[in-house]
């Protein structure tokens, strides 16, 4: 057998030998750090170098993976970041959130935070329009949190973000707007309401260089339309997950793993009229009624 392979070729006992001993003296260079740091860099250098002996990996494509690593770097900015669109077309994401938030008996599920969420989002209170001026047909969404037990979580945090009906967020269009973005926190009751947009499907960023990964992979980079939520309380576990529209044609082939059948639901449609909270709308308007149901936290909640 040759010593020396060609990619996808055999490998020798002597190369074999080479390559194990480039890993084991990687693996044990952080063997003084930090026990979950160690875990973590040992973990990664083992399961990377196997990745590359599997593959018998080139030196022309790790290059050519070293060059498209730089361009995500040159294209993410505060507002795009193109590692997370990676990590979520990869199913990366969507494998973290489950590991880390483990379904949990009775409780919403999680998915994907995606590209988009911004921390400092404006504050809004119940019942408020948070639209902001986005493009689309208003929506009513409106709920309750609840813990497993179904009793309300009153003063939970509820950060929500969608596109537009133009499959656009606020931060893809130029001059800083804020719309259909914002926070607000649960009643007495646990309840929730406020009025947006309908989503609509739509792209992730594909000018990029995680959209020519899925163009040469012949992948559609669509999306199913969906509100996203993220929900913090005292006590509970943080959910962030996303509220996809039922019948949507991409359920099946959303470009990021993120669609769960249980976060799936009903954007009622409705003609001109009365709305439930008194407004009268002129033209048709959809409805969203979801409820949220939050798990402890590890220490438990009494």
């Known amino acids: 057998m040759s010593d020396t392979p060609t990619a996808g070729g055999p490998v020798g006992t002597g190369q074999a030998r080479r390559e194990r001993a480039v890993t084991d003296e990687v693996v044990a260079s952080f063997a003084a750090g930090p026990e979950r740091y160690r875990e973590l860099m040992q973990g990664l250098v083992r399961h990377l170098h196997a990745f590359a002996r599997d593959v018998r990996l080139t030196e022309a494509e790790w290059q050519q993976a070293i060059g498209f690593l730089t361009r995500c770097g040159h294209i993410t900015t505060d507002t795009r970041q ?65 813990d497993v037990a179904g009793r309300p979580v009153p003063g939970a945090r509820m950060d929500i973000w969608e596109s537009d009906e133009n499959g656009r967020y606020d931060v893809q269009y130029d001059g800083g707007t804020v719309a259909a ?62 509220v996809f529209a039922a019948g949507d044609p991409h359920l099946a082939d959303d470009a990021v793993f993120g669609v769960k059948d249980s976060l799936v ?38």
């Open 82 to 146: 193109e590692f997370i669109l990676l990590s979520d077309v990869l199913g990366l994401s969507t494998l973290t959130v489950g590991i880390d938030a483990a379904a949990s008996a009775g409780a919403t599920e999680s998915t994907v935070v995606g590209p988009f969420f911004v921390a400092d989002a404006p504050r809004f209170e119940l019942g408020d329009d948070i639209s902001g001026g986005a493009a689309g047909q208003p929506c009513y969404v409106s709920g309750a949190v609840t």
């Open 181 to 242: 973005r914002g926070w607000l926190v649960t009643g007495a009751d646990g309840g929730y309401r406020f009025w947006s947009v309908r989503p609509a499907p739509y792209p992730i960023p594909a000018d990029g260089p995680v959209g020519d990964l899925l163009a040469a992979a012949g992948r559609s980079p669509m999306r199913p339309a969906h509100v996203h939520f993220r929900l913090t309380a005292a006590g509970y576990r943080t959910l962030t997950t996303h």
């Open 265 to 302: 639901a009903d954007y009622t449609r409705h003609p001109p009229g009365r709305a439930p909270d008194g407004r009268t709308l002129s033209g048709p308007w959809s409805r969203l009624d979801f409820d949220f149901v939050l798990a402890p936290d590890r220490e438990g909640v009494a």
